[in-house]
């Protein structure tokens, strides 16, 4: 009878904050081109949204991996060639690195029938205005969605426009260029100061070696895919795996066995957990984790909240679409990462018009510590820092407002 791996719950956090680079102090050394695109291998992928309470989505989890760095390099690994990063649908709208991009191929090709709403519609609903977006891509790429419509609006076949391109309430011509995004004809190119895509055919955002590759077989790129995402976790639940690039359905189960029965993932018993748990092979147990990090709602540690709160005994929602009188930590709630306790919750707002960070809330944990309000303060005031701020305020919500506040006021930002 094979004995099963045993871990504890300690055990499994240190794994999970190395796989995710988050177990040692950050190096106080320059952030180089190398060193970035080093880091988002090993994440696999930057989530990106468009919330900008504190920093863009895709800016914050190399800050906490890597502290203060020139998000130039992010604008020029993925809008320059030779393109490091290309944006896709992986976990939601991402940024993967280019080896990445052709294990999605499948995703990209079953869009054309499955996507939802207004994307699956458009085909059908304005194939002359799809037809006119393609030359017009091909002919004025890289090129705003702005443009596109001017331009098919020149040409009488704009249709009404919305007041704005907000959520899901899209001009014809944006429609076009998603549905096309969706299915992979075109790529973004890079984004625009205001963070609208610039649209371009892939062929000219790839690079050649990604372009002229052969296809991967659909079940080997779905397997790559569960491997990458259970490498990236060190240890998780089969649906943790599958979470990361949202992966579903028979092959996604398949893949799994798959990567059981050749050893790649391993079987374990985690303490406290009822679900069966697999340790990817390669997974190291570290003796001990002692980084620092605010970690933000788009966070690859945090996306899988019944796993963070399986690992680090913490509650933990994005409460941005809940109603204020409903909330219970706050808007944009950030956990604060100290050793290998999640031991703080934090509400951040970059106030850019008053070059403050402001601390809407602050909350204990179970893992609060007495060190917990200095440490705290000290990455708070390096994010301040790095986002062009001149000061730090801790406003009176939450249980650890009055200790944070007496911190920061005997600190300096020097």
């Keep these: 009878m094979t004995t099963v791996e045993t871990m504890s719950n300690a055990q499994a956090r240190r794994v999970a904050l190395r796989a995710q680079a988050l177990d040692r102090p950050r190096r106080d050394a320059p952030v180089t081109m190398r060193r970035l695109t080093a880091t988002v291998d090993r994440l696999n992928l930057l989530q990106i949204d468009s919330v900008n309470v504190l920093a863009r989505a895709h800016l914050m989890p190399l800050y906490s991996r890597l502290g203060p760095y020139d998000t130039g390099l992010l604008d020029r690994a993925s809008g320059r060639s030779p393109r490091r990063l290309v944006e896709t649908w992986a976990h939601e709208a ?57 331009e098919l609006e020149s040409a009488g ?3 009404s426009r919305p007041r704005e391109d907000w959520g899901w309430n899209w001009s014809v011509a944006k429609r076009c260029l998603e549905y096309m995004f969706f299915t992979g004809e075109v790529l973004s190119a890079r984004r625009t100061e205001s963070f609208e895509r610039c649209y ?33 976790h060190g240890v998780g639940t089969a649906r943790c795996f599958r979470d990361y690039f949202r992966l579903r359905g028979p092959a996604a189960a398949r893949a799994l ?4 029965d050749d050893g790649t993932l391993v079987p374990v018993d985690v303490q406290g957990w009822s679900e069966p748990t697999y ?19 788009f966070d690859p540690l945090v996306w899988e909240r019944r796993r963070l709160q399986s690992l680090f005994d913490v509650f933990y929602r994005i409460e941005i679409y809940t109603p204020a009188h409903r909330r219970r930590l706050g808007y944009y709630v950030l956990p604060f990462l100290e050793g290998d306790r999640i031991s703080a919750m934090v ?11 402001r601390v809407a809330a602050s ?52």
């Design 94 to 150: 991402s940024y993967v690195p280019v080896t990445t991009y052709p294990l999605l191929e499948w995703r990209r090709r079953a869009a054309q029938q499955e996507a939802w709403g207004v994307i699956a519609a458009t085909a059908h609903a304005h194939p002359v205005e799809l037809d006119l977006v393609r030359s017009l891509v091909a002919q004025l790429g890289p090129v705003t969605a702005g443009r596109i419509h001017a």
């Design 200 to 232: 371009d055919l892939a062929e000219r955002v790839l690079p050649p070696a990604v372009r002229n590759a052969p296809p991967v077989p659909d079940d080997v790129a779905v397997r790559r895919l569960l491997e990458l995402g259970a490498r990236a």
């Design 157 to 159: 076949r704009a249709g």
């Design 257 to 260: 066995t798959e990567l059981v």
């Design 279 to 297: 340790r990817h092979r390669d997974a190291v147990v570290p003796r001990r984790a002692e980084g620092a990090a605010l970690l933000s709602p």
């Design 363 to 414: 909350h204990r944990t179970g893992g609060t510590g007495a060190d917990t309000p200095g440490r705290l303060a000290d990455e708070l005031w390096t994010l301040a820092r790095w986002s062009g701020l001149d000061d730090v305020v801790v406003e009176p919500p939450g249980d650890l407002s009055d200790a944070l506040r007496a911190t920061i006021r005997g600190a300096t930002s020097d």
């Design 347 to 357: 509400d951040l707002k970059a106030d850019r018009g008053g070059r403050v960070l």
